[in-house]
Nanobody, 125 residues
Framework: QLHLVESGGGLVQPGGSLRLSCEAS????????IGWFRQAPGKEREAVSC????????LYSDSVKGRFTISKDNTKNISYLQMDNLKGEDTAVYYC??????????????????WGQGTQVTVSS
């Protein structure tokens, strides 16, 4: 079973940056799509970004497009979410998730069947 562990969350001021990591174990990430999701208190879980298994295709929600960058290093079995120009509304618990796929694309949907435990990101002055 694929096991995912997020790290890198914390407290940052508006306009600041954080880089989240998602380390995988149990299976190589070469054939797994990685998605990043977030959930703020009192709100539903929201898809933020995803990257295809080989890393050739990415997708971003409108709320983070141009500020967040997703990447994936299959040699290290890790995915990153670089978050720049952070805003208060980015405050949430961030989760990485995965599903197996040989297609060169990723989607925001219900296919994700492996989830990490989450890491808190707080944007506040």
């Amino acid at each position: 079973q694929l096991h995912l562990v997020e790290s890198g969350g914390g407290l940052v001021q508006p306009g600041g940056s954080l880089r989240l990591s998602c380390e995988a174990s149990g299976f190589p990430l070469d054939y797994y799509v990685i998605g990043w999701f977030r959930q703020a208190p009192g709100k539903e879980r929201e898809a933020v970004s995803c990257i295809s298994a080989k890393g050739g295709n990415t997708l971003y929600s409108d709320s983070v497009k141009g500020r967040f960058t997703i990447s994936k290093d299959n040699t290290k079995n890790i995915s990153y979410l670089q978050m720049d120009n952070l805003k208060g509304e980015d405050t949430a618990v961030y989760y990485c998730a995965a599903y197996w796929s040989f297609l060169n694309r990723c989607i925001f949907g219900d296919d994700y069947n492996s989830w990490g435990q989450g890491t808190q990101v707080t944007v506040s002055s």
